[in-house]
C-alpha cells in the first residue's frame, strides 16, 4: 500500500495561472517532506521541503502547505511559466530519517 | 561540484550478461543510493550506504549486487537479470543519512538499462 500518494497523474495550467499539486500520506509519523521536480533524460532535482513542525514554507514563487491533521500537503507556482513543465514528485522522510518515500509523481504542463 | 554523475546512461544487456553502473559524487557527500524507477512509478529504494558501509538492502534480489570502493564511487554490479528488471536506475547522494533543511539528496540522471 502506497504511503505517499499524488492522485493527480497530470495538471494544465495557463502560464501566469496558479499551478497547485498536491500530495497525500499516511504515515504520521513522517516528519519531512520534499518536493522534486524532474525533467526528462534527467534526474529528479530538489525543489522545496517543509519540517513538520511548520506549515508553510516558501522560496521565490514555490510555496508548500502541510496540514498535518489532514495528512495533506501541496505545492504553489505563482506565477506558472512554461519552464515548470515537468513531473513533480512529493516524498516522506519515513521514521528513521534514513530513507525517502516517494509518490508517483504529477506531471505538470504549462501552456504559453 | 554539485553534480553526481551516472555512466553509462543507457545499458542494453542480455539475461547472462555481467554489467556494471557507476556512480560518482565529489561533494564530500557520505551517503549514497540506488534507486530504481520503472515507468508511471515512483522511485523506489534500493540500497543505502553509509560512510562506505551498505546501511540498508530493501530486500533486493543477489542478482543486483551494490559496492562502495569509496566515499566518491558507488557501483551497482549486475548478473543474470530478467527482462523485468528493466528500468532506469538512479544513483543519489546526500551529507548524512538523517533528512532536514540542510541535508536532502542530490540525483544523477540515471542509468536506463534494458534486459533482453
Known amino acids: 500500500d502506497q504511503q505517499v500518494k499524488q492522485n493527480s497523474p497530470s495538471l494544465s495550467v495557463q502560464e501566469g495561472r496558479i499551478s497547485i499539486l498536491n500530495c497525500d500520506y499516511t504515515?504520521?509519523?513522517?516528519?519531512?517532506f520534499l518536493w522534486y521536480k524532474k525533467y526528462p533524460a534527467e534526474g529528479p532535482t530538489f525543489l522545496i521541503s517543509?519540517?513538520?513542525?511548520?506549515d508553510k514554507n516558501e522560496d521565490g514563487r514555490f510555496t508548500v502547505f502541510l496540514n498535518k491533521s489532514a495528512k495533506h500537503l501541496s505545492l504553489h507556482i505563482v506565477p506558472s511559466q512554461p519552464g515548470d513543465s515537468a513531473v513533480y514528485f512529493c516524498?516522506?522522510?519515513?521514521?528513521?530519517?534514513?530513507?525517502?518515500?516517494f509518490g508517483k509523481g504529477t506531471t505538470l504542463s504549462v501552456s504559453s | 561540484d554539485t553534480e553526481v554523475t551516472q555512466t553509462p546512461k543507457h545499458l542494453v544487456m542480455g539475461m547472462t550478461n555481467k554489467k556494471s553502473l557507476k556512480c560518482e559524487q565529489h561533494m564530500g557527500h557520505r551517503a549514497m543510493y540506488w534507486y530504481k524507477q520503472k515507468a508511471k512509478k515512483p522511485p523506489e529504494l534500493m540500497f543505502v550506504?553509509?560512510?562506505?558501509?551498505?546501511?540498508i538492502n530493501e530486500s533486493v534480489p543477489s542478482r543486483f549486487s551494490p559496492e562502495c570502493p569509496n566515499s566518491s564511487l558507488l557501483n551497482l554490479h549486475l548478473h543474470a537479470l530478467q527482462p523485468e528488471d528493466s528500468a532506469l536506475y538512479l544513483c543519489a547522494s546526500s551529507q548524512g543519512l538523517v533528512f532536514s533543511g540542510a541535508n536532502v539528496l542530490t540525483f544523477g540522471a540515471g542509468s536506463r538499462l534494458t534486459v533482453l
Open positions: 550506504y553509509s560512510y562506505e558501509k551498505l546501511s
Open positions: 504515515n504520521s509519523m513522517f516528519d519531512y
Open positions: 516524498a516522506a522522510s519515513n521514521q528513521a530519517g534514513t530513507a525517502l518515500i
Open positions: 517543509i519540517s513538520s513542525i511548520k
